[in-house]
């Protein structure tokens, strides 16, 4: 009686992920859907390849070089009847594994062995150009304001290198 009893405490881990890896790498000569290529390099404007039929400041740009999106949130989307797969939304990058909901701007991704780093700068709106894919026309299911845990995100370029599907993606800093 005089011996405390060991407490065992079970603790639920809600830290968000912060390790994943690239699903798809996708580029085209401007306009979705963007197709796979097996790599690509990364350059400060964007990825090697890659070109956007209405540029700066729609498209592109220095804040704007990378898109990228998430594959649960591809298959979240497509669960609502949308269609929905890599490439189709214009993203550059599909990720898997990462906690999308918990990525904020300013978060730094380091992508492969090849030292690619970027950072988060904003949500990607969707535009109309994307109306096609969703039942009714209602491409604001990726909107931020309405879905910020399935929205797009677009990022700079902080050192240009190499990226493929497989490579490591790890959330390296964060607000």
Same mark, same amino acid.
């Not at 998430?70 to 979240?76: G, K, Q």
């Not at 701007?105 to 150009?129: F, Q, V, Y």
């Given at each position: 009686?005089?011996?405390?009893?060991?407490?065992?405490? &079970?603790?639920?881990?809600?830290?968000?992920?912060?390790?994943?890896?690239?699903? $798809?790498? +996708?580029?085209?000569?401007? %306009?979705?859907?963007? #197709?796979? &290529?097996?790599?690509?390099?990364?350059?400060?404007? =964007?990825?090697? %390849?890659?070109?956007?039929?209405?540029?700066?400041?729609?498209? %592109? =740009?220095?804040? *704007?070089?990378v898109s990228l999106y +998430?594959?649960?949130?591809?298959?979240?989307v497509a669960a609502d =009847?949308?269609? *929905? !797969? /890599? =490439? *189709?939304?214009?993203?550059?990058?599909?990720?898997?594994?990462?906690?999308?909901?918990?990525?904020?701007?300013?978060?730094? #991704?380091?992508?492969?062995?090849?030292? #690619?780093?970027?950072?988060?700068?904003?949500? *990607? +709106?969707?535009?109309?150009?994307?109306?096609?894919? !969703?039942?009714?026309?209602? !491409?604001?299911?990726? +909107? $931020?304001?309405?879905?910020?845990?399935?929205?797009?995100?677009?990022?700079?370029?902080?050192?240009?290198?190499?990226?493929? /599907?497989?490579?490591?993606?790890?959330?390296?800093?964060?607000?």
């Open positions: 009686m005089g011996r405390r009893s060991g407490i065992i405490r &079970v603790m639920n881990d809600r830290s968000p992920r912060r390790v994943g890896r690239v699903h $798809q790498v +996708s580029v085209s000569p401007g %306009g979705v859907p963007k #197709l796979a &290529v097996p790599r690509a390099h990364v350059h400060r404007l =964007g990825l090697e %390849g890659d070109g956007h039929r209405e540029p700066e400041p729609i498209h %592109g =740009g220095v804040d *704007a070089a +998430s594959l649960e949130a591809i298959a979240r =009847g949308h269609t *929905a !797969f /890599p =490439g *189709a939304y214009g993203e550059n990058l599909t990720l898997e594994g990462l906690d999308w909901a918990s990525l904020r701007a300013g978060d730094r #991704l380091a992508i492969g062995a090849g030292g #690619l780093a970027i950072e988060l700068t904003k949500n *990607a +709106s969707p535009c109309t150009t994307l109306r096609h894919y !969703f039942v009714d026309g209602r !491409f604001a299911r990726i +909107s $931020q304001k309405v879905h910020p845990e399935d929205a797009r995100w677009y990022a700079r370029v902080l050192v240009e290198g190499p990226v493929a /599907p497989g490579d490591r993606v790890e959330v390296t800093s964060v607000d």
